[in-house]
Each structure stands twice: as C-alpha cells, then as structure tokens.
C-alpha cells in the first residue's frame, strides 16, 4: 500500500514532509520494477538538487536506474544505513529505506506533487499500460 | 647480417626471436632481467597480485555462492610476493629457453651505443665487451616518473616497483595518479585492508579511457570504499615518524603511512649512447621514429616505451616484430589504430580504437550501442553484473570503429571488437554472428545489435 501522508512524483519518488525538511524515497512500484536494489551511490550533504533532475543512481541486479529529486533544495542528511544495505529499499521503501532529506525554501514544489490517490490512478492509467 | 638489441624487454626479445627466425645473427643486451618491466616490475606481477586480491574477496564473498568457509581469511603479504615472484622467473626461464632454441646470445651487462654498428657493453662483473652488428634495435623501455621535489625512497615514497616488493600491508597509502597503475593498485591494496585515498589532477580516473567508462570505474571505487579526490595537485610532502603526510592544492591534508607515486613513465633514453652518433630526440626524451620505426640514423631502429607514445607491452612486441623484419630488408608498419589495451581493475575495462570524443573531434558521424553486463544470464551465475559495453561505429558506414568495455573479463573480450576493427567489419556483422550461450561475448553481440536498436535483450526504448 503506497502511504497517504506523503506525496509523489511522476517519476517514482515520494516526499515527505516535516517543516522546512522533505524526506524523499522511491515509491515501492519503482523498488519492484527495479528488482534486487544492490547499490545505491551516497550523496554529500550540501548538494543542492533541482525537481525533476537527478539526485543519485541506484543499481540494481536489472538495471541502473537515476533517482529524480521530487523536490528543489540543499541535501542535509544521507541514508547512510544504505551505503551497506542498499536492500532496506526493496524492503522497506516508505520507511527504513528513505534516501535522503533535503532543505527546502517552501512547501510549494510538495504542494504541486501527486498525492496517493493521484498518483495511483497515474499508475494504472499511464505507466502499468506501457 | 647480425642485430644487436639493446634492451630483453617485450619489444627487444620478441625482436630477437623474429630476427632469429628471419636467419639473422643475433645479440641481445640486457642489464637487469630479461622480461623488462612489464614482466618483472609490471605486467605479469601485478596480475599475481590481482589474482591473489581477487581470491580473497571470492573467500570473503563465499556466502554469496552458498560455500561457508570457516576461521580467518586474511592475506599473507610474504606468501603473495613470494608467488608473484615465482610466477615471474619461470617465464623468464621460458624467455630465455626461447633464446636458446633460436641461437640468440643474451649479454647480461649494460650497452650503449658507440657507433651505429658497434656496441660497448659493461658486464656484470666489470669487463668491457664490444659487440659489432649491421643493424642496431634500441629496446631501453621506461622507468616510473616521479615528482621530482619528492623522489621515491623505498619505503615512504613508493614507485609501482617498490609496491610490489613490500614486506608488510600499509594501514594506510595514498596513489598520487589515477591511471591504469594507481587504479590497479588501489584495488589491490584495498582488498588487502589498506585504506585506500587516489589523486588524481584530471576531473577523471582513468582519464585516458571514454568517459562512461571512468564514470563507471569511479562508481565501483566507492563501492570498495577506495576514496578518490579529481581536480587536484599535490602541493607538498611531509614524511615524519615513518608516515607520510600530503597538502593538496585545493588546501586540504591527507596523512596515510605509504605514498606511491603512479604518475606516468619516464623512457630510458639517457646515457646508452645515443649522443655518440646523433639519434634525435623529443621533448620527453624519446627517441624518434618514422612508421618503419627507424630513427634518423641509418640502420638504428627503437621501438617500445623508449619511443613515446602509448607504453603497452604488446605494441612493444608489434613494434620489435616490425623492427625485425624491416631491418631484414621488410617494408612494414605499425597500425596504430587498432591497438587494444586493458586495464585490471575490478571489474575489467579494455578498449580498442576510437572513444566517442575522439570520433566527434575527428567530425565522424557515430552510432553507438550501449549493453548491461547485469542482462546476460552469464553475468549473474558468475556474480559479476557490473559494468557494460559500448560499441562505436561510423554511421555512414556501419563499420566499427571502437569499443569500450568494462565488466568482468572485459581484457579477453575486446579483441572481438578488435579483430572487426582490424579488417573493417561493419556492426552488423557481428550482431549476425552466432554467439554461444551463456557467455559474456554474448553482451558484444547485444551491443552491435543495440546499435540498430534491435537487442533483444533490451527493452523498448
């Protein structure tokens, strides 16, 4: 079940969030699709990510795939749990497996994401068709 | 006729032994081992080494396979350098056999040139021999450069000779250089339990290789947790209380116990003489050539490292092979188009021919094919679905015009990809030819058909 509290992006990334802190993570049909997660590269705190763009890679035993940023702002904190146990992901996308926390200036990028409901119906309607 | 070979390494005993088998009289004059670098400090030692890392981390993998191996699995550094020099003189003693069969006199001293057809050469034991020939091949090879404010020692300052020769595994090293060397390296010592720091001036490991292919290698480096800093110089050098300690030009400090040094190779072209007849060198010190690889002396020939460019073994031996025969009255060259090259890190990467950037630079129009190691079947039975492989080919043509590859046993694959280059191949001749399951070399096959966007084990784009 993908979580109601949080909201997602067209490219398969969720955020949370708390404040001015957005925790971000893959939705768990992009840990399926991805299969086996065996690596995922860290990211320096202090970057600064742009929404829509690339904010790492993760491989898996299918593919390499990038992870788009739902949100704009500056990295403060790594999951660094997955540095060693990348597949906390598959197990646990929404919740031990959250990739990283990003500072934000606002809340109206998370605003404008999907929320469950949206983002379901953009599921069956646009990608499981593909 | 009589050659005289100054230099046993991979380009001079591979001149030998084809002068040899041409019917000449041969001499051949070595003052260190016969092999040269690449078989006693390069090559062939650093694949022992390899071999032994690579062991080790299977053995530390093992679970991963369903073996449980139980107590400790460490490395005995003592027992690995005893191999790797194991390893290392019994091919001398098969270099040296081949010189036997084939009549080929071996000079254990050190040569130098005094006249275009006489050599003078200072024995081992301090006599002075002379040695007069029709044709002169100079094989002198290179030696590892270092920075000249911090010249190797041994023992905090290490070379890539030096490296081989240790007799305890550093807590710590840092590799100043990113290359094919320092790259190696790092690898090795890791799997050894060094912790691990690269240099590297240029914005890329391995800069020398197409750059997806860096990416790549850069990415494995921080799955080792090999830490590898781009873009910066080493500023100064501090060695006390048997560590070392590094200022980088970007203002910080890294302390590690050893330093070695993998910065490039700097050729032998210095006191063999060269003066003494008038053979013109370059800017770094090589020793010019012309494609027959004559130098501006009639009848002196060099080839290998000491003439610059790319210092590869095997286009040492191509350029010994060519030296020999055109000193026997042949008219060949060397196609230095299709030189493969390896490099063995883990995983592999080798290439042959163009990059993608050399391509446009050139203002060929290209397609490429792009194909992921973790497709094949292969790949995961033996654990290793790292990596991939890219095809270049000229889009006009379809003829194949290089290749890039890094994954496992990407050293023995490329020469595929070179053997297609080599004779003008089209991409599509390889995407036709059968390739057997389950291999890697079916990636290559994937590859050439990607670049028609008819993989099969691809999905739709």
């Given at each position: 079940m993908n979580p109601e509290d949080i909201r997602y992006h067209r490219e398969h990334t969720w955020a949370r969030l708390s404040g001015n802190r957005i925790t971000i993570g893959i939705t768990d049909y992009a840990q399926e699709s991805l299969g086996d997660i065996v690596y995922i590269d860290a990211i320096e705190p202090d970057t600064d990510v742009e929404a829509g763009s690339e904010i790492t890679q993760i491989e898996s035993t299918k593919a390499t795939s990038p992870v788009i940023s739902p949100v704009s702002g500056t990295v403060v904190?790594?999951?660094?749990?997955?540095?060693?146990?990348?597949e906390i992901i598959n197990e646990d996308p929404y919740g031990k497996g959250w990739i990283a926390v990003i500072e934000v200036e606002d809340d109206s990028e998370f605003n404008d994401l999907m929320d469950v409901t949206e983002y379901e119906r953009y599921l069956e309607e646009e990608v499981k068709l593909r | 006729m009589r050659i005289a070979i100054l230099g046993a390494g991979p380009g001079g005993y591979v001149a030998a032994i084809r002068a040899a088998q041409l019917g000449a009289e041969v001499t051949i004059v070595e003052d260190k081992e016969v092999g040269g670098t690449c078989l006693n400090e390069g090559c062939i030692p650093t694949k022992t080494l390899i071999a032994s890392a690579e062991l080790l981390h299977r053995a530390r993998n093992a679970k991963d396979f369903g073996l449980e191996l139980n107590g400790t699995i460490q490395p005995d550094i003592k027992n690995i350098i005893q191999r790797k020099d194991k390893v290392v003189s019994t091919q001398v003693k098969g270099i040296r056999g081949l010189f036997k069969s084939w009549g080929i006199r071996c000079i254990e001293g050190r040569g130098t040139i005094e006249t275009p057809k006489k050599l003078r050469i200072t024995i081992k034991n301090g006599s002075i021999e002379y040695v007069t020939a029709d044709r002169i091949i100079i094989a002198t090879g290179s030696r590892p450069a270092n920075i000249p404010a911090f010249p190797f020692d041994?023992?905090?300052?290490?070379?890539s000779t030096d490296a081989l020769n240790i007799d305890t595994i550093p807590s710590s090293i840092l590799i100043i250089g990113a290359g094919v060397i320092g790259c190696e390296f790092a690898f090795i010592f890791r799997e050894f339990g060094s912790d691990v720091t690269m240099v590297e001036m240029l914005p890329h490991a391995v800069s020398t290789e197409d750059e997806e292919i860096s990416v790549i290698l850069e990415r494995e480096l921080k799955k080792r947790k090999i830490k590898l800093l781009t873009n910066v110089r080493v500023e100064d050098v501090d060695i006390k209380d048997g560590s070392v300690s590094v200022r980088l030009s970007d203002g910080k400090s890294i302390e590690a116990e050893k330093m070695l040094v993998s910065i490039g190779r700097a050729v032998?072209?210095?006191?063999?003489?060269l003066e003494n007849i008038g053979v013109k060198i370059g800017r770094r010190g090589e020793i010019l050539v012309n494609e027959y690889m004559q130098t501006n002396i009639e009848g002196v020939y060099a080839i290998g490292d000491v003439v610059g460019g790319l210092m590869l073994a095997h286009l040492a031996s191509r350029e010994g092979i060519i030296a020999a025969e055109n000193a026997l009255g042949g008219n060949s060259k060397v196609n230095y188009d299709v030189i493969p090259s390896a490099i063995f890190t883990s995983p592999e990467i080798a290439s042959v021919g163009l990059r993608e950037r050399d391509a446009i630079q050139k203002g060929i129009r290209v397609k490429t094919g792009r194909f992921q190691f973790r497709t094949l079947g292969k790949a995961h039975a033996m654990a290793e679905i790292s990596g991939m492989i890219k095809l270049i080919a000229e889009e006009v043509t379809d003829r194949l015009i290089g290749a890039h590859i890094i994954g496992p046993h990407a050293s023995d694959l490329i020469h595929e990809a070179a053997l297609a280059i080599e004779n003008g191949l089209k991409s599509k001749d390889i995407a036709r030819t059968i390739h057997a399951h389950p291999t890697l070399s079916e990636g290559l096959m994937e590859a050439a058909e990607e670049i028609h966007g008819q993989a099969i084990h691809v999905p739709r784009r």
């Open positions: 904190e790594f999951n660094e749990e997955l540095t060693d146990s990348p | 041994g023992k905090n300052i290490l070379s032998n072209s210095d006191n063999i003489g």
